[in-house]
């Protein structure tokens, strides 16, 4: 089955800094690659999400790149503030199927 | 904007006894998942509907488990006869279907078995 391995687990970051969390994953079938922003007591919520056609995605101060010949894909985050501070989790998924395989998370802190 | 909503929030059980958790996924999705995040752990799959019938499921999901979609509206997640090692955090999730792949996922109940 899939296996998907992330890093950093924590990350610390001044505010107004970049962030970048990395993630591996191991079945080239998969084709759908969407994070998720985890605060406290809530359930995960979807930032952005990559199809395995695409290279690169953005979406103002968040973007995301893959690379299917490595199968990695990276989510980065410029001009961090304080509200970005939650759990990362990276997901990789094949569209036809059900389940998303989740990295460990990273727990993101952005220091004022 | 529309969202999935699950209930109760907290269950305490003790084991050995059966639990129910709800769950209303967005109106007019399509496919319907459970999934669990053991405290300080990652989000693991448990189990995928669609059409009425499970789709896909983890090894997780045994025989001590169950889900149904009683009516219209509702998606539920039994678990017959509760272990300690069930405690966590149960996510229920809901996608369109088709190309529209995106799961939205629900708060989560919070499960303590005892």
């Known amino acids: 089955g899939e296996n998907v391995e992330q890093h950093p687990s924590t990350l610390s970051v001044q505010e107004g800094d970049s962030a970048v969390i990395k993630c591996t994953y191991s079945?080239?079938?998969?084709?759908?690659f969407p994070w998720y922003k985890q605060e406290l007591g809530k359930g995960p919520q979807l930032i952005i999400d990559i199809r395995s056609n695409v290279g690169e995605k953005k979406d103002q101060r968040i973007a995301v790149t893959l690379n299917k010949t490595a199968k990695h894909f990276s989510l980065h985050i410029t001009e961090t503030q304080p509200e970005d501070s939650a759990v990362y989790f990276c997901a990789a998924r094949y569209t036809n199927a059900g389940k998303s395989t989740f990295g460990d998370g990273t727990t993101l802190t952005v220091k004022p | 904007e529309p969202e999935v909503t699950q209930t109760p929030s907290h269950q305490v059980t003790q084991m050995g006894q059966e639990v129910i958790l709800r769950c209303v996924p967005i109106s007019n999705h399509l496919y319907f998942y459970w999934y669990r995040q053991i405290l300080g752990q990652k989000v693991e799959f448990l189990v995928s509907?669609?059409?009425?019938?499970?789709?896909?499921k983890s090894e997780i999901f045994d025989d001590q488990f169950s889900v149904e979609r009683p009516d219209g509206s509702n998606f539920t997640l039994k678990i017959r006869s509760t272990k300690l090692e069930d405690s966590a955090m149960y996510f229920c999730?809901?996608?369109?279907?088709?190309?529209?792949?995106?799961?939205?996922f629900g708060p989560g109940t919070r499960l303590l078995v005892l």
């Open positions: 509907f669609y059409n009425n019938e499970i789709s896909e």
């Open positions: 999730a809901s996608s369109p279907g088709g190309t529209r792949e995106t799961q939205y």
């Open positions: 079945d080239s079938a998969s084709n759908y």
